[in-house]
């Protein structure tokens, strides 16, 4: 098993930067990479980026990229999501999911079997 918290989000205005954290324990030695995910209020969750946990490769969402930073901390177990730019709709609930098993598609829900209980980011106009 995998615990996943993730910590980090708030009211911020539009424009302003914001870091959320996930912070991973239990068998975290089968971790294979962590994604972040965010769900507008009457939306689909829909992935925003991710990283594998060996060689911190990443991958990001096209309306991320270039705003958002995804890293690792090995040493702490912890994923962090850099965000600056921020939007009114970058506005959502924000996840992180971890994958312990072989991955084919980095972007799909179904790869990750272990979630965070999500933390909200709200960004004003």
């Known amino acids: 098993q995998v615990q996943l918290v993730e910590s980090g989000g708030g009211l911020i205005q539009a424009g302003g930067s914001l870091r959320l954290s996930c912070a991973a324990s239990g068998r975290t030695f089968s971790i294979n990479s962590i994604a972040w995910y965010r769900q507008a209020l009457g939306k689909e969750r829909e992935f925003v980026a991710a990283?594998?946990?060996?060689?911190?490769?990443?991958y990001y969402t096209d309306s991320v990229k270039d705003r958002f930073t995804i890293s690792r901390d090995r040493a702490k177990n912890t994923v962090s999501l850099q965000m600056s730019s921020l939007k009114p709709d970058d506005t959502a609930v924000y996840y992180c999911?971890?994958?312990?098993?072989?991955?084919?598609?980095?972007?799909?829900?179904?790869?990750?079997?272990?979630w965070g209980q999500g933390t909200q980011v709200t960004v004003s106009s």
């Open positions: 990283i594998g946990w060996r060689l911190g490769n990443t």
């Open positions: 999911a971890a994958n312990t098993g072989s991955l084919s598609r980095w972007d799909s829900t179904r790869e990750y079997g272990y």
